[in-house]
């Protein structure tokens, strides 16, 4: 895992050789206002210089993996893995430290290897984040069962759950996002195939959100429904925000410690169903604006859900069954996860109807005390279970950041 700047001979997809400043939640790695960036190009000619989207970087190594408190990307690339029949521990350990190693490369804007496609030639790291995380399977595959920590296991069945198998699960889960949509193919293709004989591939999703820059001011991203999403996330400026979202240093598996687990779920949402619905029902299955996500309370996004609140005719303003309602911590003991979506279309089925809705992914402590409390109460009587269909799942331990010289569970895979 080198950080080393490319030498002028490296035909490389691309290169930063400006300044990087400091900045955003959680420490990440801003490339500095003004794009002081540019990228030596294969053919030898001067070097054309970065936009601050495109020279933003975020680095690999650090206390957690990237991709968890860093801001939302533009574009996402989810992928699952299986262990090849007859790879085990050695096999995983070297594929984790070839994924590991280029990640950092491509992170820090450089080629992937001497087999680099190209594909992403001109382009700076634009955000480029490599998350890794291992399923519950993963353990049995690599003779590890006694070193997986219970938070891996199975998730209860909800009665909307509609999960396909094939596109559920895993051993090894990659998540991939960037603000450039040509960088973050370049990183998933990468990926896909250092995995070589090691590991095949067991399902792959894509995503997308409003590109930075888009809005006169950083916004909070809107799904296919048109709802903000994420009004309630908890933020790192919280006391208790590393409690609720990382493992803590005192946890029996040490090798999770500072690691996070993500909670994926394939979304469809029905919009044909929703449109059909006017603005003031939208709003009210929501228990929001749909205009500026404000409590139906009032207010403005950030503003408390006034939930005992009345209206003239003695009803709740905001309904029982509304999701804001039913989701909320206070409603749940305090359950709190990070959320970081991905919406998606796959095209237009047969019927005309839409093949879209969210790639909800969600980081947390502990599933146990974040995800599956919350859902089992959504399950029972959110009114925007009417309008979405679960049709995907998946549990995966993402271990903590790796230090320099280390790779991503190498604690695990050599302790």
Known sequence: MSDNPVSDKDISRRRLIGTVGAAGAGGL???????????????GDAPATLATVGSTGVPFHGTHQAGITTPLQARGHLIAFDLAPGAGRKEAAALMRRWSTLASELMA????????TGVALDAGPSS??????????????????????QELDPLPAFSSDQL????????????IGADDALVAFHALRAVQKAAGKAARVRWQMNGFNRSPGATGKPMTVRNLMGQLDGTRNPKPSEPDFDRRIFVPPM???AWMAGGSYAVIRRIRMLLDDWEQLPLKKQEQVIGRRKADGA?????????????????????LIIPGNAHARISAPEQNGGAAMLRRPFSFHDGIGADGTPDAGLLFICWQADPLRGFVP????????????????????????????????????QLLLES
Request: charged fraction near 25%; glycine fraction near 16%; avoid cysteine.
């Open 164 to 175: 396909d198998a094939k596109r559920s699960n895993g051993d090894l889960w990659v998540q």
């Open 109 to 116: 804007g450089r080629a992937a290897g001497d087999g680099d």
């Open 295 to 315: 409590p139906l309370t009032g207010g403005s996004e950030t503003t408390e859900l006034a939930l005992d609140r009345t209206g003239p005719d003695g009803k």
């Open 374 to 409: 919350v859902q089992r109460k959504l399950d029972r009587g959110d009114a925007l279970s009417a309008f979405i269909r679960h049709e995907a799942s998946g549990l995966f331990a993402a271990p903590r950041g790796p230090q320099e010289g280390e790779y991503v569970g």
């Open 251 to 253: 946890t029996e598996h």
């Open 128 to 149: 480029l984040t490599v998350t890794f995380g291992f399923g519950r399977t993963f353990f049995d595959r690599t003779g590890l069962v006694a070193r997986r920590p």
């Open 29 to 43: 790695l801003l490339g500095a206002a003004g794009g002081a960036a540019a990228h030596a190009v294969a053919s």
